[in-house]
């Protein structure tokens, strides 16, 4: 294939093929040109850190200075200062992991100061044993690690308004952020209680002032859930659910207990406020939406996004991030003009299931208005709707499981809007 | 498989199938059995902080107050306060991933503060067009992400000692962590500067107070090098080389040359300090060691090792860290009667190349003694010899590149031991 073929667009709007970085180089025409004569002194320059010996080591460290721009946005309630969120950055993070003092939070009444030698997780209800353990117990259980997102029920519910909103990515849809989890599969601990054959749910309870409390149905929590201990390699924070957490990779966040302190196996959902008054749902047929858990296929670019501005005509590098609570990511599409053609991204490798998927894909700007999009495919052949199909499906006047795809319309001089197109 | 053959073992000293926590369910006698007459009042203790409102949202998170015992070990010279190392608590953590803040040390004048609007990176030498690029240059760049640990060719040093020393394991393998890196590939800019034919080398310079310098053959600079900007998620911290870092997968610490400013394209190696008076050694043979880049497969058990006290009989879960600078791991095998008999660890995935690879093992401990080993193989065939083999080859007094078989004696009390065996 010759350059000038290389640089056919596979799309509209100036999408190139995936594998072309790939392959070679490309003269991004960013860096300064430098004669001969002017090199010499360009070498010499040593900026003021160089000058003197630096910072000491650190026993933990923290974030540069310069980066006090990139935290978590908090949104709390003035009339209970622990109930509300905080939102991760994604527009400000590459990768695929959130690190951990950037993963978002939703807190009922705020965040316990949890003595581990205190805490104990007990296990009861319709079980033959009922089972009580403290956290030295449970560090002798076998574990597993596993990457997974979670998404709160709750994000993007700003799409849903009738005015597209004009914030930066992170403040809108980031209520979703992805860790490893290590800790214990729940069925080793479960069996140990000898479940009784009627208990068909779970009941998980968190040791926060709210008594934060989901019902789980028990065959997810034979499946895949974890009584993760660590995230990210250290023992998890504890804003993140210090020190035990109930991991269901795919679902909501909601049902992610943090603080866990009781697991009641029941024949029945126990109905809590969190899953009648809020993450239920009524349909333009009449008919409510509960227990719908599974957070489905979902992208978003974050780079370029609201917030950004393209300074120069050239190439870019569109980035994103998929993920499904079905399990992989098989496809990203990445529409340059509003979604009349279509290019499909690269995805990084390694691909997981219920995992943040990051994807990128090179585009050439030379100041034509487009509007970006993307759209995921998961393994079960399910793919992101456009707004007004999930709008048609759900209603006006939504709040939860938004994860229609987002546009956003670059301008002639190079700012992005957020759109419904 | 009935229950008693899934609990003979497949090597000596109790290990069992790798497969056992997999399939089914076992006793691990920890938790407490809780009577019906005394459950209720089980269920109806509430710890103190359910009683009262919790902390508020946080813009970046930090650890619980109850894990301030895992931190970075520091290690300074007091002549020379910014140079030393710190050392990852790997005896403290789980999973894959190393966070940030605890990622190792090593640096030589401190820790610089860099101004990223102010940082350049030069590319000059042998090419045919000199480059300078601001940070802003650089992010608009094609990025890759890519997870690979980075061990300094002095990690394990101590295990050159004639007695073995007794410490955290953290503190004398710690100088090796594991994180997601993204940023630019390196092959994209070299080819942009145009480099010369006989260009061989490329020295990194690094912008602290030292003015680090490495040379790195130019094969392995257009191979899988990148010029990282973000790590875990988001930009880099200062003291892993903010705001750009040279990441070299798979070879020693020294090359991936942290607040990188000037790539210098040369016929040569530079020579540099850390290529000559270190980072070198003089074999059995008189003949020395130099250049000795990549790090070859090793492994540790972490947990249990030096520091923890087995306190009960019963069921453990034996796990450990394994990696390899030429590729993947393909196969951990772990031995509890000091290297008479092995069997083969479960290996967590996704299994990387040149990345920490998360290996467990199921153990019963009768209070019989142990002597507790693991050894890695890579997908070269490459087998992580023991201590004795490793000194007859690179002799009794060698400084980097220890990469031997570590062993943990326990005691018929549970007490656990380095030993050389």
Redesign the interface.
């Known amino acids: 294939m010759s350059k000038d073929q290389e640089f056919l667009p596979v799309a509209g709007g100036g999408l190139l093929d995936r594998r072309l970085?790939l392959k070679?180089?490309?003269?991004?025409s960013?860096?300064?040109?430098?004669a001969?004569n002017v090199?010499a002194d360009?070498?010499d320059?040593r900026?003021a850190?160089?000058?003197?010996?630096?910072?000491?080591?650190?026993?933990?460290?923290?974030?540069?200075?310069?980066?006090q721009a990139?935290?978590?946005?908090?949104m709390?309630n003035s009339m209970?200062?622990?109930n509300?969120?905080?939102w991760t950055p994604l527009h400000?993070?590459?990768?695929?992991?959130?690190?951990?003092?950037?993963?978002f939070?939703r807190?009922h009444?705020?965040?316990?100061?949890?003595?581990?030698k205190?805490?104990?997780l007990?296990i009861?209800g319709l079980v033959n044993?009922?089972?009580?353990?403290s956290m030295?117990?449970?560090l002798?259980?076998?574990?597993?690690?596993c990457y997974c997102f979670i998404e709160c029920g709750g994000n993007s519910n700003a799409a849903w308004r009738s005015e597209p909103i004009q914030t930066e990515l992170g403040y809108f849809h980031g209520m979703a952020s992805c860790s490893?989890?290590?800790g214990i599969?729940l069925?080793?601990?479960?069996?140990?209680a000898h479940v009784k054959g009627r208990a068909k749910w779970l009941i998980a309870e968190g040791?926060?002032?709210a008594?934060m409390n989901i019902s789980l149905p028990l065959d997810k929590a034979f499946d895949d859930c974890i009584l993760a201990?660590?995230q990210?390699?250290?023992?998890i924070?504890?804003?993140?659910g210090?020190?035990l957490r109930l991991i269901v990779p795919g679902w909501e966040g909601v049902v992610n207990v943090k603080w866990l302190r009781?697991l009641h196996l029941s024949a029945m959902p126990t109905m809590a406020r969190n899953e009648t008054a809020k993450y239920t749902e009524l349909l333009p047929s009449g008919k409510a939406r509960q227990f719908s858990f599974v957070m489905e296929a979902k992208s978003l670019i974050t780079q370029p996004s609201y917030g950004y501005k393209l300074e120069?005509h050239?190439?870019?590098?569109i980035?994103g991030l998929a993920w499904s609570g079905r399990g992989k990511i098989v496809k990203v599409e990445v529409s340059a003009d509003g979604g009349k053609s279509w290019a499909e991204a690269e995805l990084?490798s390694?691909v997981?299931a219920k995992c943040f998927t990051?994807f990128?894909l090179?585009w050439q700007w030379q100041g034509q208005k487009a509007v970006l999009k993307s759209r995921a495919t998961d393994e079960t052949g399910y793919v992101q709707p456009e707004r007004d199909v999930l709008l048609a499906e759900r209603g006006e006047h939504g709040y939860f499981h938004y994860n229609a795809i987002v546009s956003w319309e670059v301008s002639a001089e190079g700012g992005i809007r957020h759109v419904y197109a």
Chains 1, 2 share one sequence.
Do not use: C
């Open positions: 970085f070679r180089s490309l003269s991004f960013t860096a300064v040109l430098i001969p090199l360009t070498e320059t900026s850190w160089m000058q003197k010996p630096g910072a000491p080591f650190s026993n933990y460290g923290q974030p540069s200075p310069y980066e990139t935290i978590r946005w908090t709390g209970a200062p622990g509300g969120v905080s400000k993070l590459e990768g695929m992991i959130t690190p951990s003092g950037l993963h939070e807190h009444n705020g965040v316990p100061k949890i003595d581990p205190q805490h104990k007990l009861h044993q009922s089972l009580v353990f030295d117990d449970l002798r259980y076998p574990m597993q690690s490893e989890w290590t599969p069925r080793l601990l479960l069996a140990e040791a926060d002032a008594m201990i660590y990210n390699g250290e023992r924070r504890p804003e993140h210090y020190p009781r120069q050239g190439l870019y590098q980035s990084q390694p997981l990051r990128r090179p």
